[in-house]
């Protein structure tokens, strides 16, 4: 990833975590700030509900704050599919260092649900991954490797 792209994923988590964490800013605020010739401007044009939903989840009862998700590592994922989104998941699980629910996974990977589900048949099916419990306890976690 290229230096301006990490500058631009970095303004974008900036700018997300300002507006979630002043609930008290008016969408006519944010209309009038979309519409200025500020510098974010731009990138508050393009930030989407989900993106702040994201935030909002992790920070209502995620696993951990939206600080310590990477905002980058979720931007790819977004992009990615197949063995390169499985990647990014195995960086993920990596970082947790324990078994997460699909929650904390889908907070740092984005995407619909099929996608985050298909990755983790594929990587179960080729012993990287373990389930762990059924329906709603479900965590995924990676198998150790002696």
């Given at each position: 990833m290229s230096l301006e792209a990490l500058f631009e994923d970095g303004q974008r988590s900036a700018v997300l975590r300002v507006i979630y964490g002043h609930p008290e800013i008016s969408l006519g605020e944010l209309a009038s700030f979309v519409m200025s010739d500020d510098p974010l401007a731009p990138v508050l044009r393009t930030l989407t509900i989900d993106e702040l939903l994201q935030v909002s989840r992790t920070a209502q009862g995620g696993d951990s704050d939206p600080s310590a998700i990477d905002y980058a590592r979720l931007g790819r994922a977004k992009k990615a599919t197949g063995?390169?989104?499985?990647?990014?998941?195995?960086?993920?699980?990596?970082?947790?260092?324990?078994?997460?629910?699909?929650?904390?996974?889908r907070t740092r990977l984005?995407?619909?649900?099929?996608?985050l589900q298909a990755?983790?048949?594929?990587?179960?099916?080729?012993?990287?991954?373990?389930?762990?419990?059924q329906t709603s306890g479900t965590r995924w976690g990676l198998v150790e490797r002696s």
């Open positions: 063995e390169d989104f499985d990647e990014l998941a195995i960086e993920v699980l990596t970082a947790a260092g324990r078994p997460v629910a699909a929650a904390y996974l984005g995407g619909p649900r099929w996608k990755s983790m048949h594929r990587l179960e099916a080729a012993g990287v991954v373990r389930r762990h419990g």
